[in-house]
């Protein structure tokens, strides 16, 4: 069975090449080592480094981070500070579960680039380690 997150990349995907966004979509999860005993972190990518990277056709950063419906509304710390810097950046960087979503969120910041408009659709809530457990808390400001 395809997990949710996956078939979100694969929807994404096909709207990314449907409005010539050139993406690749990089695996940062942890794996786990039977040599070692535990998981080790994708040493290619920094913490933070969002599922999708690539460029639009007018040669702009895009950075999606990839959800699974209904978990959109939190990411990691790291993955926020990332879009954000993206944001800041005049890039296009956004966390979404859905092609509707995006598609919506994509349209109106092309018409008006506005970097608040994707700094304010950012989750509210982020996620820190704290002694090996998650904790959630408010996002940062901006």
Known sequence: MI??????????RGWCLAN?????????????????????????????????LGLNSQGLFVAIELKAPGKESVCSLEQWQFLERVIQQNGFGVVCSSVESLDCLYQEWLSKRDPLLLLNALPKKVYITVDKKKKVIPAPSF
């Open 3 to 12: 997990k949710p997150e996956k078939l979100v990349e694969n929807l994404i």
């Open 20 to 52: 010539r966004i050139w993406v690749e979509v990089f695996d940062s999860k942890a794996v786990f080592s039977k040599a070692s005993g535990h998981y080790k972190r994708n040493q290619g990518l920094r913490v933070g480094c969002p599922d999708m």
